[in-house]
């Protein structure tokens, strides 16, 4: 099974921008749908962006034109480029990711993002 780690959440002042990082390994990358959720405090977790197998990627509205979700097969990492970024992003952000061969879904730990000024 896959093991993911999400790194590059930080404090960033309002109108800025962060590059986060999810590394994978214990599996092929390739067999994977990946995603972003983050979750607020007091808030469900939601989805944030998706990409699959071919690079067709997903948003939600609230960070269509704002965020970019890409993957890099060859080094097994998912990238969450995050600009204009507003105080309502503040969340944890999590990597996940879906096994193409029966849909179980594996999580990262985590990582802090905070927008303040």
């Known amino acids: 099974q896959v093991q993911l780690v999400e790194s590059g959440g930080d404090l960033v002042q309002p109108g800025g921008s962060l590059r986060l990082s999810c590394a994978a390994s214990?599996?092929?990358?390739?067999?994977?749908?990946m995603a972003w959720y983050r979750q607020a405090p007091g808030e469900q977790r939601e989805l944030v962006a998706n990409?699959?197998?071919?690079?067709?990627?997903t948003y939600a509205d609230s960070v269509k034109g704002r965020f970019t979700i890409s993957r890099d097969n060859s080094t097994n990492t998912l990238y969450l480029q995050m600009n204009n970024l507003k105080p309502e992003d503040t969340a944890v952000y999590y990597c996940?990711?879906?096994?193409?061969?029966?849909?179980?879904?594996?999580w990262g730990q985590g990582t802090q993002v905070t927008v303040s000024s």
């Open positions: 214990g599996s092929s990358f390739r067999f994977y749908a």
């Open positions: 990409i699959i197998h071919d690079d067709t990627a």
């Open positions: 996940s990711a879906d096994r193409y061969s029966d849909f179980r879904r594996f």
